[in-house]
Each structure stands twice: as structure tokens, then as C-alpha cells.
């Protein structure tokens, strides 16, 4: 069993900074984060493969955010940059087994059997 948890969200300004950061027990191939805003779906919107691999971006954060990982730390870090208020949502980091390339943000979420809990993101 993988346990993901993760820490770092907050309030910030617009045009600020936060650094999300998932501890893992293990390193499963595919590793992204998702957020989500009350009334609408989950979205995925950066991962990362364990192997080798640029990391992979949805085209709203790409530019801002940079995920990436430490195995040593056993850690899935999320930096996000100038942040905007559409920003705003819980952020959960996932982890699925079913694809070992970089870009799995956009497979289906049923595929990710590893979630965390979530930790909020508030932009003003």
C-alpha cells in the first residue's frame, strides 16, 4: 500500500508563491497533482514519471508551476508561481501504477489508486 500526505497550501496574494509538497512511502510510476473547486470536477494538472521523463503540464499552469520529485526526501513537491485566483482549490497529489511515462495527469482518475488527503489553496 502507497500513503501519500501532503502539506504546504495556504493564503497567499495574487502573484505569490506557495510550494505544495506530497511525502510518499513509495515512489509508484506515475506521480501527479490534481485540484478541484466546490461544483466542478477534479482536474488533473501536472505529473511526473519515477523513471526518466520531462514533466508534463496542462496549459493553465504551465510556465507558473514546476512539479517535481526527491527520492531521497521521498517527496512530490509542487512549486507554484504567480498565482491567480482561479487558482484556488484543494490540491491532492495521486500516484497510479498503470503508466510509467511522465504524462498521466490526463488518464483517468479511476486509474490512480494512490490519493492523498488534500490540503486547500486559497488565492486573493
Known amino acids: 500500500h502507497v500513503q501519500l500526505v501532503e502539506s504546504g497550501g495556504g493564503s497567499v496574494q495574487a502573484g505569490g508563491s506557495l510550494r505544495l509538497s506530497c511525502v510518499v512511502s513509495?515512489?509508484?510510476?506515475?506521480m501527479g497533482w490534481f485540484r478541484q473547486t466546490p461544483g466542478k470536477e477534479r482536474e488533473g494538472i501536472a505529473s511526473?514519471?519515477?523513471?526518466?521523463?520531462?514533466?508534463q503540464y496542462v496549459d493553465s499552469v504551465r510556465g507558473r508551476f514546476t512539479i517535481s520529485r526527491d527520492k531521497a526526501q521521498a517527496t512530490l513537491t509542487l512549486q507554484m508561481n504567480s498565482l491567480k485566483p482561479e487558482d484556488t482549490a484543494m490540491y491532492y497529489c495521486a500516484a497510479t501504477r498503470m503508466y510509467s511515462g511522465s504524462k498521466c495527469y490526463d488518464k483517468p482518475q479511476r486509474d490512480f489508486a494512490y490519493w492523498g488527503q488534500g490540503t486547500q489553496v486559497t488565492v486573493s
Open positions: 511526473i514519471s519515477t523513471y526518466a521523463g520531462a514533466a
Open positions: 513509495r515512489f509508484v510510476n506515475c
